[in-house]
């Protein structure tokens, strides 16, 4: 199962690999998305592969 970490704070971003080792636990840094956003684009990434490398490339690109 994918983890999203995403932030509820108002401004900056979770940048992946910063304060947390994303790839040790296999999870996906949202960057600049807010929760809900994270949310539904995780759905839709879920739609095409669950792969976490290829999830991370879509957060990475939207």
């Given at each position: 199962m994918p983890v999203v970490r995403c932030s509820r704070v108002g401004a900056g971003p979770?940048?992946?690999n910063a304060n947390f080792d994303d790839d040790a636990c296999g999870?996906?840094?949202a960057?600049?998305?807010n929760p809900p956003r994270?949310?539904?684009l995780a759905?839709?990434?879920l739609t095409?592969?669950?792969d976490v490398?290829?999830?991370q490339g879509v957060f990475d690109r939207y």
């Open positions: 979770v940048i992946r999870s996906i840094a960057d600049d998305q994270a949310r539904l759905a839709l990434a095409r592969s669950p490398r290829e999830m």
